[in-house]
C-alpha cells in the first residue's frame, strides 16, 4: 500500500539539533499524528487532534513544556488552532501548516543546520510507511481500552455517590461524563472524587442541602474548594444507624 505523507515545515530547519531536541520531537510527533489521520479520515487531511496531557504522557514532558511546546509551535506558524477544546470536546483540532523548502532557499533562509536535522527526521521517519498498519491496530485497541477505562472511572464515581447518598444516578448519563471530564482534565483523580462525596454527605446527607448530592453540584467547578474542605463527621459507610442495646447494673 502507497502512503501519501505531508511535507514538514521548513521553519523545523531553523531548530538546533541540540538544543532544540523537543521542538525536533515534538514536530515528529504531530507529523506522525497528521499522517496516521489520513489514513483513518477521522478528520481532514492536514489535520490532527491534540491535548496537552496527550503530549505530556507520550513525550514525556512536564505539563508546561507541552503547553510551551504547543503554543510556540502555534505562534510561529508551524501549526494553526482550527477547534479548542472545552467541556464537551476535550481535544483541540489542529493543523499542520506546510511550507515548501524550495521557496524558503530561494529567499536565502538560515537552514545551515538542515542537514543534522533532515538527518534526524529521516531517521526517525523512514520507518513510519511499514509502522503504519500497526499503529492503526494499536490505536484501535488504545480507544477501546481508554473507552473502558473511562467507563469504569465513571461507574466507579456513580455507584460510590449512590451508595453514600442512597440514591441512585446512573453513570451513562451525558451531563455525569461532562462533569467528570472536565474534572480529569484539570489532573483530579478518582481517590479526589470519592474524598469529595465523603465530605459533602457528611454536611448536607441529612439537611436540606441533601439536594444537592448529584454529580452535576459536587463535580461542578467548585470541586477544588470541596476537596479542600475538612471532613469532621465521617459519614458511616452502611448509611444504618446502629442501635445499642446499653444495660446498668445498679
Known amino acids: 500500500m502507497a502512503y501519501c505523507f505531508n511535507k514538514m515545515n521548513s521553519k523545523v530547519l531553523k531548530f538546533d539539533v541540540l538544543k532544540d531536541i523537543d521542538k525536533i520531537r515534538f514536530n515528529h510527533y504531530i507529523?506522525?499524528?497528521?499522517?496516521?489521520?489520513?489514513?483513518?479520515?477521522?478528520?481532514?487531511?492536514?489535520?490532527?487532534?491534540?491535548?496537552?496531557?496527550?503530549?505530556?504522557?507520550?513525550?514525556?514532558?512536564?505539563?508546561?513544556?507541552?503547553?510551551?511546546?504547543?503554543?510556540?509551535?502555534?505562534n510561529i506558524g508551524i501549526i494553526k488552532n482550527i477547534i479548542k477544546g472545552n467541556l464537551s470536546r476535550n481535544n483541540s483540532v489542529y493543523e499542520?501548516?506546510?511550507?515548501?523548502?524550495?521557496?524558503?532557499?530561494?529567499?536565502?533562509?538560515?537552514?545551515?543546520?538542515s542537514s543534522d536535522i533532515n538527518t534526524y527526521t529521516n531517521t526517525n521517519v523512514k520507518d513510519m510507511g511499514s509502522d503504519m498498519n500497526s499503529d492503526l491496530m494499536n490505536l484501535k485497541k488504545e480507544n477501546l481500552k481508554r473507552d473502558l477505562n473511562k467507563n469504569n472511572i465513571y461507574?466507579?464515581?456513580?455507584?460510590?455517590?449512590?451508595?453514600?447518598?442512597?440514591?441512585?444516578?446512573?453513570?451513562?448519563?451525558k451531563k455525569t461524563k461532562?462533569?467528570?471530564?472536565?474534572?480529569?482534565?484539570?489532573?483530579?483523580?478518582?481517590?479526589?472524587?470519592?474524598?469529595?462525596?465523603?465530605i459533602k454527605c457528611s454536611q448536607w446527607l441529612y439537611s436540606d442541602m441533601a439536594k444537592?448530592?448529584?454529580?452535576?453540584?459536587?463535580?461542578?467547578?467548585?470541586?477544588?474548594?470541596?476537596?479542600?474542605?475538612?471532613?469532621?463527621?465521617?459519614?458511616?459507610?452502611?448509611?444504618?444507624?446502629?442501635?445499642?442495646?446499653?444495660?446498668?447494673?445498679?
Open 155 to 173: 461507574a466507579s464515581i456513580i455507584d460510590y455517590l449512590n451508595e453514600k447518598s442512597s440514591k441512585n444516578f446512573k453513570s451513562t448519563t
Open 31 to 74: 507529523m506522525r499524528k497528521e499522517n496516521i489521520n489520513r489514513l483513518i479520515k477521522d478528520l481532514p487531511d492536514g489535520q490532527f487532534s491534540l491535548t496537552i496531557s496527550e503530549v505530556q504522557r507520550e513525550l514525556n514532558l512536564s505539563k508546561r513544556k507541552a503547553y510551551n511546546l504547543i503554543k510556540e509551535f502555534e
Open 96 to 113: 499542520y501548516v506546510v511550507k515548501d523548502f524550495e521557496t524558503d532557499l530561494s529567499k536565502g533562509k538560515d537552514i545551515e543546520k
Open 212 to 250: 444537592y448530592l448529584r454529580p452535576e453540584t459536587l463535580f461542578s467547578n467548585k470541586f477544588e474548594g470541596y476537596l479542600n474542605e475538612i471532613n469532621t463527621n465521617k459519614v458511616d459507610d452502611s448509611n444504618d444507624c446502629e442501635i445499642w442495646d446499653i444495660k446498668f447494673d445498679y
Open 178 to 198: 461532562s462533569v467528570v471530564d472536565a474534572r480529569i482534565n484539570e489532573g483530579f483523580v478518582l481517590d479526589d472524587f470519592y474524598k469529595v462525596i465523603d
